[in-house]
């Protein structure tokens, strides 16, 4: 698949905007609007590769024109143990991979795959109040990028986000189109999380 601003903007303000219809935006550092993501109407499907999960919603990921960038179709189990999986594809139904709760490096967490192979994932996050930045990781354990509560300077922007839920995707480098595409759905998984408080990090 081919790159994608979405996919390498060095950091991509993610949040819940009072005066947007769409249930998550994608904003640079700057205020300047460069995407977002829509919920679609939920296309029957089999059942994903790890087994029967109930589904849950269908997401498009746009870009500020409207163009659809990535598809997301969004599985989960509610009953214990909850699990979350997200499948991605691109615009014409390409499979790029998954995103899936279960044990990331022996820890709870999210793996990526890309083509049935282990590529990575959502590292869990550490501490009592949670508040460091959250790291993605490539399949050798090297950081890729980072989920970051915080605008890590103050700006315009930060005062406009003033008490809305928002994280920055920080990231430090491409781990191929894919992996970066992944980091990119990743932050559906943020924002399950602290709509649901079902997260296992």
């Known amino acids: 698949m081919q790159p994608h601003p979405l996919f ?3 950091q991509l303000v993610c949040g819940n905007l009072p005066d947007s ?5 994608y904003l640079d550092v700057s205020g300047r609007p460069l995407g977002g993501v829509v919920t679609v109407e ?4 089999a059942n994903p ?3 029967p999960l109930a589904r849950s919603s ?10 659809v960038v990535l598809r997301v179709a969004h599985d989960m189990q509610l009953s214990p143990p909850v699990r979350r999986e997200l499948t991605v594809t691109g615009p014409d139904g390409t499979p790029v991979g998954q995103v899936a709760m279960g044990a990331f490096n022996g820890t709870a967490g999210y793996t ?4 049935g192979a282990p590529a990575g994932g959502i590292a869990p996050q550490r501490g009592l109040f949670r508040k460091r930045p959250q790291q993605v990781l490539d ?3 090297q950081l890729v990028a980072e989920y970051n509560d915080r605008l890590p300077i103050d700006t315009a922007l930060r005062h406009r986000l003033w008490r ?10 491409s781990a191929g189109p894919h992996v970066d595409a992944l980091v990119l759905a990743g932050t559906l998984v943020l924002d399950f999380n602290r709509r649901t408080w079902t997260s296992p990090v």
């Open 42 to 45: 939920t296309a029957p499907r």
């Open 139 to 141: 399949h050798h354990g």
């Open 58 to 67: 269908d997401y498009e990921i746009r870009d500020a024109a409207g163009t």
């Open 164 to 173: 809305r839920s928002y994280y920055v995707v920080v990231r430090h480098r």
């Open 21 to 25: 219809a769409e249930a998550l935006s």
């Open 112 to 115: 990526f795959t890309v083509n």
């Open 8 to 10: 390498t903007t060095p």
């Open 49 to 51: 590769p790890s087994g």
